[in-house]
């Protein structure tokens, strides 16, 4: 169990009060399953207040936001969740923004600036909780989609200009291989394109929401990874079946070879009987 003490209810905040939101990927999975804290805030993703200004958000897919926790609290809880990370990363990828109480004109997101709410509410943190993590992992997507297109360019090159390509087709399966993951963690299990469970119950957050979205640029960014995602699909398939084609011509070649050798031997074998 992880067991996590509360000290509080949630606080509107007054204006001009700001919190600090900090969304980390730290690993393939995360289980939360077993938390528990008397101020739950919701079970999909799990949500909860450490105490009364503060909320944390755990998501399946390897992400996790703490708004308005210190520094301490921070590694404090990190190193309580580090058992449920699962396949941790090396290194984390990483979110951070400014949340502010501005005034009751509505929500806006400023370029470059702070999250301006109307007030610190559970479903308002949980909608800029669920754009900060998946923002983050496509962060994290998009520098293992490009690690690829440096591996890729080398071969690309080396069949442009000489017209041979990769020995190993080992190498082009492990292209194939890092691409359908990038595929099934964009579309599957993160769902970028997917807006979160709290709109479905709050509708009025639809604006919040939308603006998140249009500055992370949520849609461009996964279009663009598929985009690449197919580039890589395709270019590693031309690669396999140029291998694969060199494979059988140089086995159609090898089978001439022992027809001719046994055609050859047949013949020396009549002659010298003649002898």
Not at 182 to 210: F, H, I, M, N, T
Request: proline share 4%.
């Amino acid at each position: 169990m992880l067991e996590i003490a509360d000290t509080g209810r949630s606080q509107s905040g007054a204006v001009g009060q700001t919190l600090t939101a900090r969304a980390l990927l730290v690993g393939d999975r995360l289980d939360p399953s077993g938390v528990e804290s008397r101020d739950m805030v919701s079970t999909t993703p799990v949500a909860f207040r450490p105490h009364a200004s503060a909320l944390v958000v755990l998501y399946r897919y390897g992400v996790v936001v703490m708004i308005g926790l210190d520094p301490d609290e921070q590694d404090a809880f990190m190193a309580v969740l580090k058992p449920r990370i699962i396949r941790e990363f090396p290194r984390y990828e990483e979110e951070l923004v400014q949340i502010q109480i501005c005034d009751d004109s509505g929500e806006a997101v400023q370029p470059g600036g702070p999250i301006c709410l109307k007030s610190f509410s559970d479903d308002r943190l949980l909608v800029i909780a669920d754009a900060l993590a998946k923002s983050t992992v496509l962060s994290h997507d998009e520098r293992r989609v490009s690690a690829v297109f440096d591996v890729i360019e080398p071969f690309a090159r080396e069949l442009a200009e000489h017209g041979r390509t990769p020995r190993s087709r080992k190498a082009i399966l492990k292209l194939i291989g890092n691409a359908l993951l990038v595929q099934q963690r964009v579309s599957g299990r993160v769902a970028v394109a997917e807006k979160p469970d709290v709109l479905w119950e709050k509708p009025d957050l639809e604006r919040l929401y939308a603006r998140l979205e249009d500055e992370y640029e949520l849609k461009e960014r996964v279009e663009g990874l598929d985009r690449k995602l197919t580039v890589i699909a395709e270019t590693a398939n031309a690669l396999t079946d140029i291998i694969d084609t060199r494979r059988s011509l140089r086995l159609e070649q090898a089978i001439v070879l022992l027809i001719v050798f046994e055609i050859a031997i047949t013949f020396y074998q009549i002659i010298a009987g003649r002898h």
